[in-house]
C-alpha cells in the first residue's frame, strides 16, 4: 500500500474539511439556530474522527471525536453559543496543528489538556501560536513495530475478525501499514495471517499481553525486518497539490492529441521533404505550443477566496478580543490570481484586516475587501468606514522619526503623507493604540506587495474611513533559475538554457588553435570563461571546474563559472526603464535573505561584447 | 522657500529639492550589474524593488574617490533610481527666486541652474537632463 | 457494580440464550430490543456499557441503528452478532463503528471472551 498517498490525501481532505469548519461556525456565530450550519458542523467532525481513526492517527480522532462530542449537544439543543463556538475554534486549531505533526512526520502532539478543559480558550491570538508544546519534548519516543498476527484456525470470519485487531492496535499508536490492507480485507481476500506496521511507544511485552485477550489469535510475532527502520524515510513530504478541473484536464488531452498528430505530419513532411507541409505544421506546432502554456499557466490560477475564506474568523477573533462589533464584506472573491500571488498575499490580508479593525473602526463599523479586474491587473481594496488615518498625526510621527523634515513636513501633499505609514519603522508595536498608529506591519504589507511587482495606495479622509488597495498582476513572471556564482556575484540561468552541468578535473581541458575545448560526450566543446565575458579579473585555480553546458547561436559550448550554486524558482523583476534596456542582464530577484540575485543571458552577452 | 539637499562630487557641490527625493538610504549592499556601463553602480533592493544605483561621478565626468556610504533614492517619477554620490552635506533652506546666480542651458553638464549660497556655487542638478543621458548609456551599451 | 447490557435481537430464542449468558456471568440485562427503532430507544433510556445487536432485523437493522447510537453516544460499545457468512456486513459495522462481533451459532465463553475485552480496562 502507497501510505504515503493516502496519507496525503488524508491530510488535504482533512485540512479542507477544518477550513469549512471554521467558515461555517463564524457564520453560525451570527444565528446560534442555524440548525443545518450545527449539522454540517457534526458531519465534519465526524467524518475527520473517521477518516483519522482509519489512519490510525489516535489524537487527531480522539480531539475530533471530542468536538464531534460537543457539536452534537449543540445539536440536541438546537443552538449554540459563544463560548461552545471559542472552544471549538481552539479545537480546530490544535487539529491543525496535529495535521501539521502528522504532515512533518511527528509524533502527535498532546491532545489532554484541551479535552481535560484545563485549556484556556477564552482568548485567542489572531497569529495562532502554538498553543499546546509538541508532544515528543515530553512523550516517549513511538517506535515503528512490525507484529506478526495468526489467527487460529478454527476462528470464524477472519475478515471481520482481522478489522477488529487492527482498530485494537490504533488504540495502542498509529498504525502506519497493513498487509493486507484494510481494502484486501474487505474486498474478502482475508488470510489467516497479519502484518502490521505500528508506530508504538508500547513495548512488545505490553502489547503481547493486550492480544492474549484474544483467544482468536494463534501466534502474536514481532519478526525483525530490515526494512522497518527504512520505510520511514520513503514517507514523503507532503507535495503541494491543486485541484485541477476535468474540463482543463480534457484540454489537455486534447492538446496532447493533437500534438502527436502534429508530430506524425511532421515527420512526413520532414520524410517527403515538403517544405510546404512541414512549413505549415510548424505553425501548427507553435500555435499548439502557445495554447498548452496558456493552460499550463490557467492551472496555477486560483480564486481569491482560497485566502479570503480565513478572514472571517480572524475578524471574529478580533472582535471578540476587542469587544468591537465588525461586519466584514467580502466582493469579488471569485477572481483568480496565480497562486503564488495568492500565497504571499495572506499574511499582508491580514495585516490590513486588523489594522482596519484595531485601528480604524472605533466601536463598530465594516470592513469591506473588495478585488476586481482592470485589464491585466487585479485591484484588492481592504477599505474601513471607521475614524479614517488622522494625516496631522502621521505627520507628527514622521518628524518625531526624521522620516520627514520640518520643511518636507510643511509642504508635503496629504495623499503624500499617507503613505508614509509604509515606512519601516513608522510604527512600532508599543504605541499602536496611543496614536495614529496605522503602520503596524504596513511596511511589510508594502514590500510584499512590491515584490509581486505590485503597487500599495493608501486613501483616507478624516472620519470617514481609510481604503487600502493593493495594485497586483495577474500572475508573475515565475522562472525556474540554475544560480551561480562568479566573482563574487550571484547570477542565475533560466533552466530552460542549461543543457546540463558537469564539474571536471583541469587536465580534461584540451587547446583547439587558440580555443580550449573539452570532450563531452563524444563532442568538442569550446570553452567560455563567465570571468572574463562580464570582464572580471581571472579567479583563483579550482580543484574541478564548474561547467555549464548551454547553447549559444545554436553551438553546444562549456561555460566555466566559479561555483553551482543550486537551483529554485524565483520572481523576475525588470529592472525599471531605462535600464530594462541593459544588453545581458534586465533583472533580477531579491532572494528571502535580501540579496539580489540577477538572470543573465549569456549569448546577448556575447553578442554585445562582439558587437 | 525650497529645501535642498546639497552633496559634493569631486570639488564641485551640486543639489537636489527635497521634493524630488523620496529616500536616503544608509548602509545599502549594492549588488554590481553582471554586465552594464560604468555609470551604473549596481542596484539595491527598496522596499521589496530592484532599484539600479547610478554613480554620478562617473556620469559626470569626475574622478572617482570615495562614495558616500548613504544613497539617494529618487521619487518614482524621477527614476526609480538611486544616485551615489561623494558625500552628503546638510539640508538647506533657500528661497531659489533670490538665490539663482545662472539658468544654465547647456546639454551635457545635466545642471539646471547655479545658485550663490554664502559665496559659495550650488549646482541644481537637472533630472530630466540626467534621465535623457542615462536612457542614452543604457541603450548605447545595449547596441 | 455489575455490567449493564441491551440485547438487540429480533428473535425470541437468541435474546434468550444471550439473556441466560449474560445473567449467568454476573451481567444485568437492562432491557431486550427486537427491532432497532427499539433499541435506539432502549439504548437513550439506560445508556448500557454494551450492546449485542443483531445485523439483519425489521423495522431498522443493525448498522443503522448502531450508527445513530453512535451518532449521540459515540462511546457507545457495540458488539455485531451475526451468523456465518455475513462477513461482510460485519465488516461494514467494525467500519461504522462497531467494537466486536460474535458469531452464531455461539459458545458461552466466546461472547463472554468478545464482551469482557471489549468492556475490558
Known sequence: MDFSKYRDMFLNEAAEHLQQMVETLVAVEKQPTDRDGIAALFRQAHSIKGMAATMGYEATARLAHNLEDSLDICRQQDSIDTAQIDRLLAGIDLLEGLLEDISAERPERDIDAFISGTLDVSILELDRPEIIPHADKTAPVAEEMLIELRLDEKAAAAGPRLLVLIRQLANFGAVLKTSPTEAQILQGGAPRKLRVWLQTDQSREQLQQQLRKYSELSDVLFPDEKQVSTRQKKISQIAPTVRVSTDLLDHFINLTGELITNRYSLQTAAGEQNWQNLHEGLGQLTRLVKNLQHQVLQVRMMPLSSVTGRLPRAVRDLCRSSGKEVQLKIDGSEIELDRAILEELTDPLLHMLRNAVDHGIEQRGTVQIKAWRERDQVLIQVADDGCGIDPEKIRQRALERDLLSPAQAETIRNYDLLQLICSPGFSTAGEISATSGRGVGMDVVKTAVERLGGVLLIDSTLGEGAKITMKLPLSVAIIRVLMLDCAGMLLAMPIPRVLQTIEIPPEEVQTSGKQLVISHQGELLPLLSLRKILKRPKGPKLKLLPLVITEVLGRKVGLVVDRLVGQREVFIQSFPAPFDRLRGCSGGTILGDGRLMFVFDLQSLLEKRRG | ?143 | ?121
Open chain 3, 1 to 121: 457494580m455489575a455490567k449493564r447490557v441491551l440485547i438487540v435481537d429480533d428473535a425470541l430464542f437468541m435474546r434468550t440464550l444471550l439473556r441466560d449468558i449474560f445473567t449467568a456471568a454476573g451481567w444485568e440485562v437492562v432491557a431486550e430490543a427486537e427491532n432497532g427503532l427499539q433499541a435506539i430507544e432502549d439504548y437513550n433510556r439506560h445508556q448500557p456499557d454494551l450492546v449485542t445487536m443483531d445485523i439483519v432485523m425489521p423495522e431498522l437493522g443493525g448498522i443503522d441503528a448502531m450508527q445513530r447510537i453512535l451518532g449521540t453516544d459515540a462511546e457507545a460499545k457495540v458488539v455485531m452478532c451475526s451468523a456465518l457468512g455475513q462477513e461482510s456486513m460485519v465488516m461494514e459495522a467494525i467500519q461504522a463503528g462497531a467494537k466486536d462481533f460474535i458469531v452464531k451459532p455461539f459458545q458461552d465463553s466466546q461472547v463472554l471472551e468478545i464482551v469482557e475485552r471489549v468492556c475490558g480496562d
Open chain 2, 1 to 143: 522657500m525650497n529645501q535642498l539637499l546639497p552633496f559634493k562630487l569631486g570639488e564641485e557641490t551640486y543639489a537636489l529639492e527635497l521634493t524630488e527625493i523620496q529616500e536616503v538610504v544608509e548602509n545599502r549592499s549594492v549588488y554590481p550589474l553582471p554586465s552594464a556601463p560604468d555609470m551604473v553602480a549596481g542596484a539595491i533592493g527598496f522596499h521589496g524593488r530592484i532599484i539600479p544605483v547610478v554613480d554620478l561621478s562617473i556620469l559626470l565626468g569626475f574622478p572617482t574617490g570615495p562614495r558616500s556610504e548613504r544613497l539617494i533614492v529618487l521619487t518614482d517619477d524621477n527614476g526609480p533610481v538611486a544616485l551615489a554620490v561623494d558625500r552628503l552635506l546638510p539640508v538647506l533652506n533657500v528661497d531659489l527666486l533670490q538665490g539663482i546666480l545662472t539658468q544654465s542651458n547647456s546639454e551635457a553638464d545635466c545642471i539646471r541652474a547655479v545658485l550663490n549660497w554664502q559665496e559659495e556655487m550650488i549646482s541644481l542638478l537637472d533630472l530630466a537632463q540626467l534621465q535623457k543621458t542615462v536612457e542614452q548609456l543604457c541603450s548605447k551599451t545595449g547596441g
